[in-house]
């Protein structure tokens, strides 16, 4: 009678049991489920892993990455104080509600995410910080709601009414209009100042007194400005359609070359004479601000010094007014002597 089949588990029994060792050979007395004899198992024994100093960088990885694990623990604390840091109001946003222009926003970069492992609840570093803040050496554009807010306010102020003409109503109604803006008014008084020059554009350009004392400037400004460079006769007569106005005007036999050279440094002398009025608007812009700032901090105290800042500016307004005008003029003396030269 054949024996029947042999179980599974008698099957695994019967495999892990040995009679020898491996290693040696050596028979053992009873069936056994380690391979290898009690000599063999000594002495095969790998040594020990000694704890080595000898690696500081392996010491460093180890060390950082159970900080990295004992910090994981923290990140439901750590992210309620992003969401709290993030909900509050940040200093460029206090500061647009004050001067009401937005500062321009900086670029995405992987940096300007908190990460969970910041310590104390610190969101941003002192460098990220400083990154996020515009730069105010840079001038940030006007927008358009800005520009035409000031405008709106001359308006107002000068009791100037928007004389805009009146959107009739379309034949097509769903056309796109585009949305009217506010502009500055075409004043009558200016259009006679540009007009009156363009009248007479033979008369030469000659600076009052008036003009000389109200805009001051050193002479070697002045003369680099409104002085027309000297071109030599010689180099003058290569071209009898030359337009670079030369100091000896008799290099010009044909009369319309001398008319011609005429108009063209009248037309350089206006151009670089309307530096002097733009560049005292500037300088006189620039102190109105100082001012203004100081009379700001001044108002509501009983400093005697308000009543003197407040007159300056007055008088810093109205010279900026007169130095407008002049420069208009200027510029439209050159424009007329332009077109003059072209005729």
């Given at each position: ?15 892990s ?39 500081p ?23 309620d ?11 460029s ?5 004050k ?13 300007e ?20 803040l ?26 100037i009414?928007?004389d ?98 005429g ?14 009025p ?25 400093d ?40």
């Amino acid at each position: 009678m054949s024996p029947g089949p042999l179980s599974p588990q008698l099957k695994l029994t019967l495999r892990s049991l040995f009679l020898a060792c491996s290693n040696c050979k050596t028979k053992f007395s009873s069936a056994s489920a380690d391979s290898l004899c009690g000599a063999c198992r000594n002495s095969d024994l790998p040594p020990l892993p000694q704890a080595s100093t000898s690696d500081p960088d392996l010491l460093r990885a180890i060390s950082l990455s159970l900080a990295g694990i004992q910090h994981l623990a923290r990140i439901p604390e750590t992210l309620d104080k992003v969401l709290e840091h993030l909900s509050q109001p940040s200093h460029s946003q206090l500061r647009l509600g004050k001067n009401k222009r937005p500062p321009p926003s900086p670029p995405d970069s992987p940096g300007e995410h908190p990460s969970p492992s910041d310590e104390e609840g610190q969101v941003l570093s002192a460098e990220d910080s400083d990154q996020d803040l515009p730069d105010p050496d840079i001038d940030t554009p006007r927008t358009q709601g800005e520009v035409e807010g000031l405008i709106q306010a001359v308006l107002n102020t000068l009791n100037i009414e928007d004389d805009s003409p009146s959107i009739e109503p379309a034949k097509n109604i769903f056309k796109r209009h585009k949305k009217s803006s506010c502009l500055f008014p075409a004043y009558e008084q200016l259009d006679d100042i540009i007009k009156s020059q363009w009248k007479n554009p033979d008369h030469r350009v000659q600076l009052s007194k008036r003009f000389t004392q109200t805009y001051p400037f050193p002479k070697e400004c002045i003369d680099l400005w409104s002085s027309p460079p000297a071109v030599d006769p010689p180099v003058s007569r290569l071209s009898r359609n030359t337009t670079i106005p030369v100091a000896d005007a008799a290099a010009f036999k044909d009369p319309i070359d001398k008319r011609l050279e005429g108009f063209c440094k009248s037309s350089f002398t206006a151009s670089g004479s309307a530096f002097r009025p733009i560049f005292a608007i500037a300088w006189m812009a620039k102190a109105m601000e100082v001012w203004v700032e100081q009379a700001a901090q001044l108002i509501g105290s009983e400093d005697p010094t308000t009543d003197n800042i407040l007159s300056q500016i007055a008088d810093a307004t109205t010279y900026i007014g007169d130095a407008a005008l002049d420069a208009a003029r200027l510029v439209a003396q050159a424009s007329a002597h332009s077109v003059a030269a072209c005729g």
